[in-house]
C-alpha cells in the first residue's frame, strides 16, 4: 500500500491554494496548514534574499511592505517577459515564486500527516490553460522538490470530487469562476467513468476583475469627495483592493457594505450596495455567461439535456452567479460547502489513482477522458504565399490525440524548413500564440531536406499527450522518411539549465 501522504493533489489557485490526500479510509481529505487554515493564500512575502514567508502572514502584510509582497502570480504563469522585483533588487519568475507556495504546502502537507516527505502530486491548472502555462505549472513543482504525475484541468478535478459522493449517470456542466480564471466544463458520467465532451474559458476573467472594477469606483468615489487618488502609491493601492475584497465578500452575504477610505487629509465613509456592485461588473458576468451558452450550443446540446450544474470556485459565491445560471439554464446550479476544495480533493482523487501501489479509493477507481482545450496547428503559406494557421488537432479532441496535414515546400531547390506550432482556434498567425522555440530569430525548428522542386509533400503529425504537452513528428513524403520527432520547447518556458538554477535557489530558500 502507498505510504499515506506520500502523494497529493494540489490545487494550485489565483488566490488561494490547497493540498489533499486520499486517507487510508478511502476518502480524500483536505489537509491543513500550519495555522489550522484548509486554504493557503496565494501570496508571497519577501522577508530577505533567503527568506520568504507564504500564505496568510503574507497576504497581511500587502498593505505595509507592497513592495515585497506579490499576489496573482498565476496569471503571469508562462510568460517569459514577467519577474517580479524585491525592494532589494531580486528578480524571480512565476515559477519560482509558485514553486514557493508549493513548498509551503508539501511542507504543511508532511507536518500534518507525519509519514515522511511528500514526493509526488498531481497540480490542476484552468482547462483553458495552454501548453507554455501548462509547463510552467510543472515546473514549479520540480523546482519545488515535487515529482508532478499529472497536470490535471481544473473542472474535470472538481467533476471527479462531486462524482465521488454523487453517484448516478448523468451529464454534468462545471461553471468554475475562481480567483483569477474561469472555465466551463461539460462532462458526461456513467457509473465510474468521466467523459469530458467539451471546455472553454478565459484565463483573465475571475474575481480578480471584480475587484479591479470596485476599486475603481471606490476610488471614483473618494475623488468625488475631494479626496487623492489611491490608485497610486502601491501602500494606498494595496489598502484599497483589501478593503474592495472584503467589500464584495460583505456583499455576498449582505446587499449593502461600508467602506472606508483615507488620504491626504481626507476620510470618507462610503456605502455601495449589493445592486451598484451587480451594475457595475455586469460586463464581466456576461463574459461568462456568453461562453457558457457558447459551449452547450458547440456541443450540440440543450440546457435541458443538462442534468446538473456544479458551481466551483469562491467567486461563484457571489449571488449574481447562480442566479445567472439559473435564469439561463432553467435550472438551480449545485452549490456545495466546500467550494473552494473540490478541485483538490479532485487532484488527490486522481494523484491516488497514479500511485505505484494502486489506489486506495473508497470504491471504483474512476477512468476519466479528458479533452484539448485548445487547437494545435502549424503555420504556412497560402497560395499567395501570405503566412496562416492551420489548424491540425481542433479544439475539444479527445487526449491523449494526434493531427497531421500535408504541406508543400515553398521553393524551388528548398534545403530546409521550419515547422511553427501554435496553440488557438483563429487562421490569423496575429490571434494564436506560437510555442516553437528553434535556433532561429523566427521560432521556426529548422530540419534539413534534399532540394526537391517547390509544392515537395511534407508532411506533420502532431501529437496531445495525456498532460496536452506537444510533440511533433515531420515527414519527408517524397523520400518516405521521417525527419524526426521532438518535443516542443516552448518559448516561453525554462530552459533546462534555468530549471537547475532554480531548483537549487529553492533549496537555499526559508519557507515559512
Not at 164 to 175: C, E, I, R, S, Y
Not at 194 to 209: P, R, S
Not at 267 to 293: H, P, Y
Amino acid at each position: 500500500m502507498t505510504a499515506v501522504g506520500r502523494i497529493v493533489g494540489i490545487d494550485l489557485g489565483t488566490t488561494f491554494s490547497a493540498i489533499a490526500t486520499v486517507m487510508p479510509t478511502g476518502k480524500p481529505v483536505v489537509l491543513s496548514n500550519r495555522e489550522g487554515e484548509r486554504l493557503t493564500p496565494s501570496v508571497v512575502l519577501f522577508e530577505g534574499a533567503q527568506s520568504v514567508l507564504v500564505g496568510s502572514m503574507a497576504k497581511r502584510s500587502a498593505v505595509t511592505a507592497p513592495l515585497d509582497v506579490v499576489e496573482f502570480v498565476k496569471r503571469q504563469m508562462g510568460n517569459p517577459d514577467w519577474k517580479f522585483e524585491t525592494s532589494t533588487g531580486e528578480q524571480y519568475g512565476a515559477e519560482a515564486i509558485s514553486a514557493m507556495i508549493l513548498t509551503r504546502l508539501k511542507e504543511d502537507a508532511e507536518l500534518v500527516l507525519g509519514a515522511g516527505q511528500v514526493t509526488d502530486a498531481v497540480i490542476t491548472v484552468p482547462a483553458f490553460f495552454d501548453d507554455a502555462r501548462r509547463r510552467a505549472t510543472r515546473d514549479a513543482g520540480t523546482i519545488a522538490g515535487l515529482n508532478v504525475l499529472r497536470v490535471l484541468n481544473e473542472p474535470t478535478a472538481a467533476a471527479l470530487a462531486y462524482g465521488f459522493v454523487n453517484h448516478g449517470d448523468q451529464t454534468v456542466l462545471v461553471f468554475d469562476l475562481g480567483g483569477g480564471t474561469f472555465d466551463v466544463t461539460v462532462l458526461r458520467i456513467a457509473g465510474s467513468d468521466f467523459d469530458v465532451i467539451g471546455t472553454d474559458g478565459l484565463h483573465e476573467l475571475g474575481g480578480f476583475e471584480w475587484d479591479n472594477r470596485l476599486m475603481e469606483w471606490l476610488n471614483d468615489q473618494f475623488r468625488q469627495a475631494g479626496g487623492p487618488d489611491l490608485s497610486e502609491p502601491f501602500e494606498s493601492a494595496a489598502d484599497l483592493r483589501d478593503k474592495a475584497e472584503l467589500a464584495k465578500h460583505v456583499l455576498s452575504q449582505a446587499t449593502t457594505a461600508r467602506v472606508v477610505l483615507s488620504g491626504g487629509g481626507v476620510t470618507k465613509s462610503i456605502i455601495i450596495t449589493r445592486e451598484v456592485f451587480e451594475g457595475i461588473t455586469a460586463d464581466l458576468l456576461n463574459q461568462s455567461r456568453d461562453l457558457m451558452i457558447s459551449l452547450v450550443e458547440e456541443m450540440g446540446l440543450a440546457f435541458s439535456d443538462i442534468d446538473n450544474i456544479l458551481l466551483v470556485g469562491g467567486s461563484t459565491r457571489m449571488p449574481m452567479v447562480p442566479r445567472m445560471v439559473a435564469d439561463i439554464s432553467g435550472r438551480q446550479p449545485l452549490q456545495v460547502d466546500n467550494v473552494d476544495e473540490l478541485v483538490a480533493l479532485g487532484a488527490a482523487i486522481q494523484a491516488d489513482l497514479l500511485g505505484p501501489d494502486g489506489p486506495m479509493l473508497d470504491g471504483p477507481a474512476p477512468r476519466i477522458s479528458d479533452v484539448t482545450s485548445q487547437g494545435l496547428g502549424v503555420i504556412a503559406l497560402n497560395d499567395q504565399r501570405i503566412p496562416c494557421n492551420t489548424i491540425v488537432v481542433a479544439r475539444n479532441s479527445k487526449i491523449p490525440s494526434q493531427g497531421a496535414e500535408i504541406f508543400g515546400t515553398a521553393d524551388d531547390g528548398q534545403t530546409a524548413i521550419r515547422v511553427h506550432v501554435t496553440q488557438g482556434d483563429d487562421e490569423d498567425p496575429g490571434y494564436v500564440r506560437l510555442v516553437t522555440k528553434g535556433r532561429y530569430p523566427d521560432g521556426g525548428q529548422p530540419l534539413a531536406i534534399p532540394p526537391y522542386d517547390a509544392g515537395a509533400p511534407i508532411q506533420v503529425v502532431l501529437h496531445y499527450d495525456i498532460d496536452q504537452t506537444i510533440q511533433v513528428e515531420v515527414i519527408d513524403l517524397t523520400a518516405g522518411a521521417s525527419l524526426g520527432t521532438f518535443e516542443v520547447d516552448n518559448v516561453a518556458n525554462l530552459t533546462d539549465e534555468e530549471l537547475a538554477e532554480a531548483i537549487r535557489k529553492n533549496k537555499e530558500l526559508g519557507v515559512g
